[in-house]
């Protein structure tokens, strides 16, 4: 990968980052801090740790990514975090949700939708600005599982899975609660490598 | 490319390895569409999991745990140097191979790890004598190293033991 392109990645996604919090701050009305921003490359098996390796499920959102540059996105926060937030979206008081129904799946999918596609829109923009082919996510799929299974999962969906594998990692905090939750895109290898061979632009788009 | 074994229990055998223990103790892996396989060797007391993400190698000279047909045999090689005899005569039991998300068209990966590994245990003689496969959730497995009971758990579906 060219100086060029790898800058414009970073770019790419950390306006996605950014981006996807500030569409969460304007979402629940409340500033949320980015904590985390990074793009690296993992071996897989501390990949599969990077939502946690403990036996409390963590619950959220998954879409599959197909387009200029493919992959899978998924927001994800530990369970008394995400009913934390299905009751601020319900408006009714904290604690209040204590089990997944129907209400609570839907206020997180809605929010993985918001937060998602700001995300995406952020790396069409930089990434793919004359492609009208663009970034496009699928409806997002609600799931409750242990993070270690979670994360595999993910992975195991990359058509092209090597040793090691980038990950695109971010972390929302929101002010004056204990909530935070993670924004993770798992790109495919293929698709980025066929960005990565194109000629990179002399001035990246910032 | 061997695998260093790993005799002590207690962390979660990760993607690619492969963990053996005898005499006592647990051996813990977490799988989504990978599948634990699970040998265990009543004679000796001894059980070899490996945590298998891929059906086959394909030519890649990763972690022989990380795909089905090299898996098998190292998980074998791994055991037989562990309790020093090479006719350890094991059982297999597979768990795992779910299909959490259902975003890429074809076959699923979880089957294909399970078909892969069901044929390579018959290639070489292991019989499968128990399996927890497929869903659309991931597993909590623990393996009694004593017994060879394994306890397979789930975040929404309890647990069952085989």
């Not at chain 1, 569409?23 to 980015?34: D, H, Y």
């Not at chain 1, 979670?150 to 969906?157: D, G, N, P, S, Y």
Request: charged fraction near 20%; include cysteine.
């Amino acid at each position: 990968m060219t100086g060029g392109n790898q800058a414009m990645l970073e770019e790419a996604f950390h306006r996605g980052a950014e981006d996807g919090s500030a569409a969460l701050a304007k979402w629940l009305g409340r500033p949320v801090t980015l904590s985390v921003d990074r793009l690296e490359m993992l071996p897989i098996e501390s990949a599969a740790s990077v939502l946690g390796s403990g036996d409390e499920p963590v619950c959220g959102c998954a879409m599959g990514i197909s387009g200029a540059v493919g992959g899978l996105l998924l927001l994800a926060a530990d369970d008394v975090a995400a009913l934390s937030l299905a009751d601020t979206l319900l408006e009714q008081p904290q604690g209040s949700s204590t089990a997944w129904g129907e209400l609570e799946r839907s206020a997180v999918i809605e929010t993985a939708n918001i937060v998602g596609c700001a995300y995406l829109n952020a790396l069409c923009a930089i990434l793919t600005p004359e492609n009208d082919v663009g970034i496009l996510p699928s409806p997002p799929v609600f799931l409750r599982d242990f993070p270690a299974t979670v994360m595999e999962a993910a992975l195991m969906e990359q058509p092209h899975l090597g040793d090691t594998v980038l990950l695109a990692n971010s972390e929302f905090r929101i002010s004056g609660t204990s909530f935070r939750c993670r924004l993770v895109f798992v790109p495919d290898a293929a698709g980025l490598k066929a960005y990565a061979h194109k000629p990179a632009d002399p001035e990246p788009r910032l | 490319m061997t695998t260093p074994a790993k005799p002590t229990t207690g962390e979660p055998i990760a993607i690619g390895q492969i963990g053996v223990a005898k005499g006592e103790g647990v051996l813990r892996t977490f799988v989504g569409s990978c599948v634990a396989l699970v040998l265990y060797s009543k004679r000796h007391r001894a059980a070899g999991v490996a945590h298998v993400m891929l059906p086959a190698a394909e030519g890649r000279v990763g972690a022989p745990g990380k795909y089905a047909d090299t898996a098998v045999v190292e998980t074998l090689r791994l055991l037989a140097d562990f309790v020093g005899d090479t006719d350890i005569g094991c059982t297999a039991k597979l768990i795992g191979g779910a299909t959490m998300f259902s975003f890429q068209s074809g076959k699923p990966i979880g089957d294909q790890n399970v078909l892969a590994l069901e044929a390579i245990l018959s290639r070489c003689g292991v019989e499968i004598v128990g399996r927890i496969c497929g869903g659309r959730h991931g597993r909590r497995v623990a393996v009694d190293v004593a017994t060879g009971t394994v306890t397979v758990e789930t975040t929404e579906h309890g647990s069952e033991t085989l």
